[in-house]
């Protein structure tokens, strides 16, 4: 058994097309305004419209849901948990020794909402452009170059780190190994940890010796030219109005 990272998929959609500097900023200040919602109805609303851009997005619908995955099993906690934890003297369900409380109910849905609204953008957004010229639109709009090389190292190097996490595995089973409860497994399991800590700073120092090297300054460059468009400028004031106007609805109400 060893371990694979999948790469981004870049699907041919309507989003794909624009212009990566006018999608970040809009899928940004939704992200915000979905963050700051306080009611259940508008996180609904905003979890329909993120599922819309996703469509539009042409994000393949397999790899859509293998990545709410993760984020499902922990808001299944906060379902189960929060309705029992949090009591705020309103309505309650008695159901033998526990009390389920509406109000935590309505707590866990509503994060449980805003949390697969916010995801599914971030989704659309990593789609629907290569993440070479996403970074560079961040960096374009004055988010600072060392956050942005870090990130474009990160997403390069976990693939390397996961390709030696996978060695690791394959030398481990054919030794006999098998992970079990005991203090010999979990010794194992240290030093694999250990051994993949010092692998990856050595291969840390020889990248940063080979940019170096090259001449690396610590600045951002590419080659890649964005070029503004009316449907970019579109998309920018559709998204950012409608989710804006939701959130504006969701304050007074």
């Not at 419209?49 to 539009?56: H, K, N, S, T, Y």
């Not at 099993?73 to 309705?83: C, I, S």
């Amino acid at each position: 058994m060893t371990l694979a990272f999948d790469s981004l998929p870049q699907p041919l959609s309507l989003l794909s097309r624009l212009d990566p500097r006018w999608k970040l900023a809009a899928l940004t200040l939704a992200i915000l305004c979905v963050a700051l919602l306080h009611t259940v109805p508008a996180a609904g609303f905003a979890l329909v419209g993120a599922l819309v851009l996703a469509a539009l997005g042409g994000l393949p619908f397999r790899w859509f849901l293998d990545r709410l995955g993760g984020l499902a099993l922990f808001l299944l906690v906060l379902v189960v948990l929060l309705p029992v934890l949090l009591h705020n003297g309103g309505p309650h369900l008695q159901l033998g020794p526990l009390e389920v409380s509406w109000y935590g109910l309505r707590v866990a849905s509503l994060l449980s909402l805003k949390a697969i609204a916010i995801v599914t953008l971030v989704l659309v957004g990593l789609a629907t452009s290569p993440l070479g010229a996403t970074l560079q639109a961040a960096h374009q709009l004055h988010v600072p170059g060392l956050l942005v090389q870090l990130a474009m190292l990160s997403y390069r190097y976990i693939f390397v780190l996961g390709d030696e996490l996978s060695r690791l595995r394959i030398a481990l089973r054919v030794r006999g190994f098998r992970s079990r409860v005991s203090r010999h497994s979990y010794r194992t399991v240290g030093h694999v940890a250990g051994i993949l800590l010092v692998r990856g700073y050595e291969r840390a120092e020889r990248v940063g010796q080979a940019m170096r090297c090259r001449g690396f300054d610590g600045q951002f460059r590419s080659l890649t030219e964005f070029r503004s468009t009316l449907a970019d400028v579109l998309f920018f004031f559709l998204v950012s109005a409608g989710a804006t106007a939701l959130l504006v609805i969701d304050y007074f109400r």
